[in-house]
């Protein structure tokens, strides 16, 4: 389909480009267009941004094996109403992606939904048990973009050195959440005065720090490339701010929790507010908030984890951990750009290109994707959103099956209105007003 | 964003709905309870010991977690107060049937309970009970008789009432809370009653291991030694040292234990000469306290169990508004 998109105001950040101009879409693919192209359908965007589609780092889609929390269509709508359009999904699954057959599985039931382009993530080690390497190289013909041990820190250094100069061997990205294998393990909220008070067991800021070192010490042995995900101390940020001056070939990336709240909005044990990693102290926020901003932080993602109600409606200590996101990633990132420079709206923050670009072409670089670009020849891979359009976070408007998140009840602004995946227009917002 | 917004345990006038915490509570609310309860002391001294004021009521005791000491308490004050009473073991019965917490509370309630007294091992359990029968059956009350490490807020008040008859003013007292503040719930309660009272120095005592983070921010000096940490004070509470922390990672013995942080004669000569003794109990014999120190005449642990049964009638009555 020939799609010619009117008078939006064109944001590519990977070149540069932020005006007001037409898009033209053919055969999968942003064209050049011009006088004689023939438009099947025509979208006006007026005051509306088109940007490229989304890419997440880091998506829970619960299949296979918890298909009572989430199922892959109404993961991949929640894509669609968020404006994702290419998503990373970790490999914690049951079974673990650790088998190609596995990933083959998930990547044809993705192709037969056909809404978002989905990328997992391969095990690092088999089950995830930090033992025995993974066949990476079978793994990555299956389609994983990566390897990962999700929320298993591996026991043993030795195996962690082995994986890295394995996936060194062959140029694979090894991604990993720096956390000790020990320090805070069954913590469940930030060691601090709040943790304190009520009596819950924390998960200290060093065993971050500890396991960055760690990992930076065998990058320096083995030359393998990291993607270290969902930092949340500054203290941590402040150690890879040095490694990546050092050139340690590293990126980062936060969960878009991270950048709004503290461990103070668990208030009185709200389950909604347990994430992993824990939400820290305000300075820790504050860090994140500047390391995005400084380059530290190369990517925002959301971090999405749908939980049912059984599991959330619990104790704080034996609730699941996890917030949906998808939908709520692009409104995040806005939030941020709009509070950066103190306006009253993201369309006018001098750093609004930079967040769309941490939620674009950056994610697109670290998982080693072709996406996250408006230029001609890309896959036409498009969001168009309202930036000031506002929404209210609740239950009912998330297509997502996780209805948890910390930000219920909150009103958020950035509306998407159009999700296009590979020249296909997938989502359209109906109640436009 | 603010802690005690929304607190759950007050209604809308301020008035005492739930007990969960004594974090947040007024100085008047800390101070009718007290009152409340030395009405009530006299009580247990009569030939009938039993008052009518909970009189058709129904107490349900939910011990998610073992405690025979704590819940026979709340069961004689529930019957001094001709409530009626039924315990319920529950990791014995529905929890492993598969049944969730919110859906025991919610059958319970169908068979007409008027009150909860909660127990369970995880911190913020009694909580998230009390804002779902907020949500659905206003009617219900519900005490918090220990979660996890957060709270143990009857027993932060029946100290508070100990200390209170034998000391009067809380305004120029020293206090000091000993051993594992860690984990204990007693000592969290103690800090926020003794700081909303106005205790100028609360100090907790205890090794590296077993001091929390974060207790200057609750108003608490720490001291890791012991003879330092008890230099004239003039209220001493040792908590318990559970079993399992005795030997591990966090402590080597229960005998080095003692040695560095046991109360014993020659160490409570430190304190005031007229500072009192208090335990919450069961207590550990020769691990965090000397037999002489617990039998001695500085020693007010039975008195706080005592006052315990009036201080729990005091909460019960006063939630149930029979007492206004």
């Known amino acids: 389909m020939n799609i010619h998109i009117k008078n939006g105001r064109v944001i590519d950040p990977a070149h540069g480009i932020d005006a007001v101009q037409d898009l033209f879409i053919a055969d999968g693919k942003i064209v050049a267009g011009g006088a004689d192209f023939n438009a099947e359908q025509t979208i006006d965007a007026n005051g509306l941004v088109v940007a490229p589609g989304l890419v997440d780092l880091s998506a829970r889609l619960r299949e296979p094996g918890y298909e009572y929390k989430a199922t892959l269509e109404s993961e991949l709508q929640a894509a669609m109403q968020g404006g994702v359009t290419s998503l990373v999904c970790p490999p914690d699954t049951d079974p673990v992606l650790d088998e190609p057959g596995l990933v083959e599985m998930l990547k044809h039931r993705a192709r037969i939904v056909d809404a978002a382009n989905v990328h997992p993530l391969g095990a690092l080690t088999v089950g995830l048990k930090g033992k025995a390497l993974t066949e990476m190289a079978e793994l990555t013909e299956a389609g994983c973009v990566g390897f990962a041990q999700a929320e298993e820190p591996i026991l043993d250094t030795n195996v962690m050195l082995r994986a890295m100069q394995y996936a060194k061997t062959f140029g694979y990205t090894v991604w990993l959440r720096p956390q000790d294998p020990h320090i805070g393990i069954g913590g469940v909220a930030h060691s601090g005065p709040l943790a304190s008070r009520l009596g819950l067991s924390g998960v200290p800021v060093m065993s971050e720090t500890i396991a960055l070192h760690t990992i930076f010490e065998l990058m320096r042995a083995t030359g393998a490339r990291v993607h270290l995900c969902r930092i949340s101390s500054a203290a941590g940020l402040e150690l890879i701010r040095a490694a990546k001056k050092e050139g340690l070939p590293v990126s980062a990336d936060v969960g878009v929790h991270h950048l709004h709240m503290t461990d103070a909005d668990i208030g009185f044990f709200d389950s909604n507010a347990r994430l992993t990693p824990p939400l820290r102290s305000a300075r820790d926020r504050d860090a994140i908030r500047a390391a995005l901003l400084d380059g530290t932080v190369d990517a925002v993602c959301s971090d999405h984890t749908p939980v049912d109600d059984d599991e959330k409606l619990l104790p704080f200590g034996e609730a699941s951990p996890g917030a949906t996101g998808l939908e709520l990633l692009l409104s995040l990132t806005l939030k941020w750009a709009q509070e950066q420079h103190g306006g009253d709206s993201a369309a006018t923050s001098p750093v609004l290109a930079q967040a769309i670009g941490k939620l674009t072409h950056e994610a697109a670089r670290i998982a080693g994707l072709a996406a996250g670009t408006l230029a001609v020849g890309a896959a036409a891979d498009v969001v168009l959103f309202d930036p000031d359009a506002r929404w209210l976070v609740e239950s009912r408007a998330l297509a997502s099956q996780g209805k948890h998140t910390p930000f219920l009840g909150y009103e958020l602004a950035g509306q998407v209105r159009t999700t296009i995946v590979r020249g296909r227009v997938a989502y359209q917002r109906q109640d436009q007003h | ?324």
């Open chain 2, 1 to 324: 964003m603010a802690i005690l917004n929304n607190n759950p345990q007050l209604n809308k006038h301020g008035e005492l709905q739930h007990l969960i915490t004594i974090e947040g509570l007024k100085k008047a609310h800390i101070d009718h309870i007290l009152d409340t309860a030395s009405s009530f002391v006299g009580i247990s001294d009569r030939e009938v010991k039993k008052v009518p004021l909970m009189r058709g009521k129904s107490v349900f005791n939910l011990f998610f977690e073992n405690s025979t000491r704590t819940r026979t308490t709340f069961e004689i004050a529930s019957k001094r107060l001709s409530a009626d009473v039924i315990n319920l073991n529950i990791q014995a019965s529905s929890t492993t049937k598969g049944e969730s917490l919110l859906d025991t509370i919610d059958n319970l309630a169908a068979m007409h309970a008027d009150m909860f007294v909660v127990r369970h091992s995880q911190s913020g359990a009694p909580y998230m009970i009390a804002q779902h029968l907020n949500r659905t059956r206003s009617d219900v009350h519900v005490v918090n008789a220990g979660d996890g490490r957060h709270a143990h807020p009857t027993q932060g008040l029946l100290d508070m009432y100990t200390i209170r008859h034998y000391k009067k003013d809380f305004t120029n007292l020293r206090v000091a809370i000993v051993g594992d503040i860690l984990h204990s719930r007693v000592a969290r309660s103690d800090i926020h009653a003794l700081t909303t009272l106005g205790v100028p120095e609360v100090r907790a005592i205890g090794p590296h291991t077993l001091l929390p983070g974060g207790l200057d921010q609750m108003g608490v000096r720490t001291f890791t030694n012991m003879d330092e940490g008890l230099k004239d004070v003039d209220v001493i509470i040792m908590l318990r040292l559970q079993n399992e922390r005795m030997s591990g990672a966090l402590l080597p013995s229960a005998q080095e234990y003692f040695k560095s942080y046991g109360l014993t004669p020659e160490r409570l000569v430190l304190a005031k000469p007229d500072a009192i003794v208090m335990h919450p109990g069961p207590m550990n014999r020769g691990v965090e306290i000397d037999s002489a120190v617990a039998d001695g005449s500085q020693a007010v642990i039975l008195p706080q169990v005592t006052f315990g049964i009036a201080v729990r009638m005091a909460v019960m009555s006063i939630l149930a508004g029979t007492h206004a």
